[in-house]
């Protein structure tokens, strides 16, 4: 079984504080996806990266940025948390064939004091 | 349509009542269509891939239709279980690695 794994499931930091969110895959996939999910909206995408070392932004990547350094592995980072980026934040990872299911991690749920 | 909508919000639905659920996406380049199920606390768990107009995909007692030309996809849970509780979501693709997901169903199914 594909296995997405994310390094907390709860987080509490404070305003201005730097924050990184880990995602690691088992499954040699190439893409691997970072979203946002808030009450009453769907799953939004901050960034994706289809390859090690390369990354693309998504529709909300204001005060976020990426790394990945290996293949298996994506960092997000918040560089200087806020309040409104208290969110739950989802990891995913696909293959680039044939059906670009995505694999989900179980999340991470931060919250911004 | 431009983004991916989902209705209702929320449902709620007795032990064995069928019950059904839409996604309406853009029908202009699209690509494919992915259901996923989420539980609490759990990892969104992917239901279906769907990419023909008409096609018709069945897991279980969970089957899923799909329009391409008016853009829209049903979700069908026949006799639902309380398992069956979770966040259906639906999301388009339009070619590339990027998902549009949709808010989501809420789906509470009552003993």
Known sequence: DVKVTQSSRYLVKRTGEKVFLECVQDMDHENMFWYRQDPGLGLRLIYFSYDVKMKEKGDIPEGYSVSREKKERFSLILESASTNQTSMYLCASSPTVPTYEQYFGPGTRLTVT | ?111
């Open chain 2, 1 to 111: 349509i431009l983004n991916v909508e989902q209705s209702p919000q929320s449902l709620h639905v007795q032990e064995g009542d069928s019950t059904n659920f839409t996604c309406s996406f853009p029908s202009s380049n699209f690509y494919a269509l992915h259901w996923y199920r989420w539980e609490t606390a759990k990892s969104p768990e992917a239901l279906f891939v769907m990419t023909l107009n008409g096609d018709e995909k069945k897991k279980g007692r969970i089957s899923a239709t799909l329009n391409t030309k008016e853009g829209y996809s049903y979700l069908y849970i026949k006799g639902s279980q309380p398992e069956d509780s979770a966040t259906y979501l639906c999301a388009s693709r339009k070619g590339g690695q990027n998902f549009v997901f949709g808010p989501g169903t809420r789906l509470s199914v009552l003993p």
